[in-house]
């Protein structure tokens, strides 16, 4: 193989990791959004099962307003058929009296409905607590472990840049900006293997005369195709 064609792979090598890395620290933030919307959701659940109680129990707050308006009327009532002195009026009140009473019963029935009702929406409240609680202890730790790769790939990145500036130089600058150029605009490689009579890189079929002089590696060779350049392993 020739030595320019060993040095790039060289680079490359170093290029490739730091690509990787690079990727890495840009999806970090998206992965904490990611984090951050899943903690969203669960607060969410807690507000609408904190409002779905808050309405029972405000239902249940009106219906014990209902019950002491009527028991204060018929207090009312009962103090008045003692002023009054017309038995027809007497029993007026009376009916009175027995409709408001009905309508007592009436309520502390809907009373009991509404109570029994709240005991599920006190349960589903619980759980979402339960469940903000555990996504937060998740959440704490999945940050931690973010903040810690986050610092060993910036180190390792640090130490990979040096290494490539190392390699690069090595290499002369015409080739090394060819392969600069090149790799810029690939997602995977510059260099890439001829594999099966195919480049490694576009996978088109190669013609024969560029496979022998990969394999001669007497001159750098390049795919028609997607330009990458082509190599055989030794």
Known sequence: MLKV?????????????????????KDAPVRR????QGLVAAREDVTRAQAALKAKQAELKGQEN????LKEKIQ???????EIKSNTEYKALEHEIHAETRLIRQ??????????AMEPLRAALADADAALKRREA???QEQAELDRRAGEATAEKEKLAAARAAAAAAVEPEWLARYTRIFQHRPDAALVRVDGGNCGGCHMQLPPQIIQDA?????????????RFLYVPN
């Open 5 to 25: 064609m060993e040095q790039l792979l060289q680079v490359q090598e170093l290029d490739v990791a730091l690509r990787r890395l690079d990727r890495e620290l």
């Open 33 to 36: 959004a990611a984090l951050d």
């Open 66 to 69: 209902e019950v002491e308006t």
């Open 76 to 82: 009312k009532h009962r103090k008045q058929q003692f």
């Open 107 to 116: 309520i502390e029935d809907r009373q009991l409905e509404t109570m029994e």
């Open 138 to 140: 998740s959440l704490r």
């Open 215 to 227: 394999k001669r590696a007497e001159r750098t060779v390049s795919c028609a195709f997607c330009g």
